[in-house]
């Protein structure tokens, strides 16, 4: 299932994810409760799941994507080059220098996930 989250939802879900212990007071949280981002702590505080972190993964991933797609000169995070190779997102052109630092390439899979996300005024909703 293919999951749509607003800019509103994802920073509700980053600031769970940061700051479990307060109270967040926003209407988002129900339907990231819903969705399985966010669960109900025993406290009243919300927790963010594995799900949500995966989510927010995916996020960070996209960023790192659409910024590379903007200057391919820059370096891709190690974790999200890994996924992002792995997903065929990108792919690996050649190796640099002796400390295997690679070239790389968006591939049509990578330019279709950045042009199913819908950008407006700077902000994007998300795919998960």
Same mark, same amino acid.
């Given at each position: 299932?293919?999951?749509?989250?607003?800019?509103?939802?994802?920073?509700?879900?980053? !600031?769970?994810?940061?700051?479990?212990?307060? !109270?967040?007071?926003?209407?988002?949280?129900?339907?990231?409760?819903?969705?399985?981002?966010?669960?109900?702590?025993?406290?009243?505080?919300?927790?963010?799941?594995?799900?949500?972190?995966?989510?927010?993964?995916?996020?960070?991933?996209?960023?790192?994507?659409?910024?590379?797609?903007?200057?391919?000169?820059?370096?891709?995070?190690?974790?999200?080059? !890994?996924?992002?190779?792995?997903?065929?997102?990108?792919?690996?052109?050649?190796?640099?220098?002796?400390?295997?630092?690679?070239?790389?390439?968006?591939?049509?899979?990578?330019?279709?996930?950045?042009?199913?996300?819908?950008?407006?005024?700077?902000?994007?909703?998300?795919?998960?």
């Amino acid at each position: 299932m293919e999951v749509i989250l607003t800019v509103d939802e994802v920073l509700a879900l980053q !600031e769970i994810k940061e700051s479990p212990a307060l !109270e967040i007071k926003t209407q988002v949280v129900p339907k990231l409760v819903a969705l399985g981002y966010v669960r109900h702590g025993i406290d009243g505080h919300h927790a963010i799941t594995e799900n949500g972190r995966q989510a927010l993964f995916y996020r960070r991933c996209f960023n790192e994507l659409l910024s590379f797609s903007a200057n391919p000169k820059m370096v891709i995070q190690l974790e999200c080059e !890994e996924w992002l190779c792995r997903s065929g997102h990108v792919q690996r052109k050649s190796v640099k220098d002796q400390m295997h630092f690679f070239d790389f390439e968006i591939t049509q899979k990578g330019k279709d996930w950045i042009a199913s996300v819908g950008v407006a005024n700077g902000e994007w909703d998300f795919f998960c």
